[in-house]
């Protein structure tokens, strides 16, 4: 018995398929191997974190009845932000067709579809029984509640990112641009849902306000774009599939966004810290003090501000590091910089309870170490999302697709296709000019089809 896939027959009999692993393995660089074993041994140890937490009345986490969110909620906080800010920045591309943004189309939506999920699973875990959630957010609908929605777009939101991953591989291109347009519209809806869960809290003085929503998406979109950053320089370094365009297209595309949004980012943070220092509200200037001066100090000013801000701008603007490598480098520091972010942000909103509500505790600050459970489940977080992602870029077709090409996004218009052959070792792109009122097109002309080929801009000969 054979299976037959993308038009190659295979042997599905054990002793083939661990002969073909074999044969992968051995082919496969000893740098990657590396790779792969360190991320297998941190999804191990995030798997081990996960069996400990799940058993109920087991207390295997560090949080308190002062400070119930601990850094699982971080996490989720993080992957959940980071998934949106990847559809913000790609949509340019995949919505309105903005040429520069178009390579950044197939990475976007694999990268965003994993952030969820790992976001899921991480809630999952918190949550000890997420099946309640399931049944109860169905069951039992909560329209006044601010978490409810958030259940309700990011579950609609995880539809939508399959759907634009499937059409997009399998080319239902009228599919993918509704999908496009959804998961774009869904990415602003869900991280503004998600900060209102923690807006509406008034025990919680520095949470509680109408700028958390707005800030939560302005720091979604750095996430998302310093999370381009790293996987562009990396696909134009190792040369991988679409360097080409990457490097003519996406990286000048990326550095510009991380260019504008670093800046407004510092903005967000001095204005955050102003309100809380001079505002009215009891309890926000201690909470404020506790990151300028008190126990989240230096977290804010190393990780956040010096990591996270100011030497990613330094990189950008200074001529010599205005590279590739320079991009990485900044696009590291960033991502490095938007995870303190957040834990500064969960923290802070519980260090100083300001009322019987938000707990009561001996000293002028609450007090929170994680768990060594919470840091083995962070860890096989990152290293399930690392995995999945190597492997997507190994054996997935990650050259740009003809989407664009085929009418797809908002911004482009919808010439003729020829059938791209299957099996042809080059795509022929074919297009014509004419209207929907305008005469049927002509055969076409294998010449012409060269000469248009070669005269399209940075466009690939061929998949890689």
């Given at each position: 018995m054979s299976v037959h896939v993308a038009g190659r027959s295979l042997d599905p009999s054990p002793r083939a398929v661990l002969r073909a692993?074999?044969?992968?393995?051995?082919?496969?660089?000893?740098?990657?191997?590396?790779?792969?074993?360190?991320?297998?041994v941190m999804c191990g140890i995030g798997a081990g974190g996960a069996v400990l937490s799940l058993p109920p009345g087991w207390e295997v986490l560090g949080t308190s009845p002062s400070f119930e969110w601990g850094i699982l909620i971080t996490a989720y906080v993080f992957f959940?932000?980071?998934t949106s800010g990847l559809c913000l920045a790609s949509s340019l591309g995949t919505v309105f067709g903005v040429e520069m943004f178009l390579p950044l189309e197939k990475r976007h939506a694999i990268l965003a579809l994993l952030s969820l999920v790992t976001a899921f699973g991480i809630i999952a875990l918190d949550l000890h029984y997420p099946v309640r959630m399931v049944f109860g957010a169905v069951l039992s609908p909560s329209p006044l509640s601010p978490m409810w929605w958030m259940g309700v777009f990011y579950g609609i939101y995880l539809v939508f990112l399959v759907t634009e991953v499937w059409s997009m591989f399998t080319g239902r291109w009228g599919i993918h641009r509704i999908a496009c347009i959804l998961s774009s519209i869904t990415a602003v809806l869900a991280p503004t849902t998600?900060?209102?869960?923690?807006?509406i809290l008034a025990a919680r003085s520095f949470w509680h306000g109408a700028f958390t929503p707005p800030a939560m998406v302005a720091t979604a979109l750095l996430s998302g774009v310093a999370l381009l950053g790293i996987v562009f320089a990396l696909v134009h370094h190792y040369r991988l599939t679409g360097h080409e365009r990457a490097g003519t297209l996406a990286i000048p595309a990326i550095r510009l966004l991380l260019a504008i949004m670093l800046p407004v980012t510092v903005l967000v943070v001095?204005?955050?810290?102003m309100f809380g220092l001079y505002g009215a509200v009891p309890g926000l200037a201690d909470a404020t003090a506790a990151i300028l001066v008190g126990p989240l100090a230096p977290l804010f000013w190393i990780g956040r501000v010096?990591?996270?801000?100011?030497?990613?701008?330094?990189?950008l603007l200074w001529p010599r590091t205005r590279t590739t490598p320079g991009l990485f480098a900044a696009s590291c520091l960033t991502f490095v910089g938007i995870a303190v972010d957040r834990t500064v942000f969960v923290a802070a909103g519980q260090v100083v309870p300001n009322s019987a509500v938000a707990g009561t505790v001996s000293t002028p600050f609450a007090e929170y170490v994680p768990s060594l459970v919470e840091i083995a489940v962070v860890v096989g977080a990152f290293g399930f999302?690392?995995?999945?992602?190597?492997?997507a870029e190994r054996y997935l077709p990650m050259d740009e697709h003809r989407g664009h090409l085929a009418g797809a996004f908002l911004g482009t218009s919808a010439p003729v296709l020829a059938p791209e052959p299957v099996l042809a070792p080059e795509p022929v792109l074919i297009a014509a000019a004419t209207g929907p009122d305008g005469p049927a097109p002509e055969p076409p002309d294998p010449d012409a089809?060269?000469?248009l080929a070669a005269s399209a801009a940075g466009w690939p000969g061929g998949a890689t």
């Open positions: 692993l074999g044969a992968e393995v051995a082919a496969t660089p000893r740098a990657l191997k590396l790779w792969l074993g360190l991320l297998l959940a932000i980071t998600l900060g209102a869960v923690f807006g001095a204005w955050q810290m010096v990591i996270g801000l100011a030497l990613p701008i330094g990189l999302f690392g995995l999945v992602y190597t492997l089809d060269a000469a």
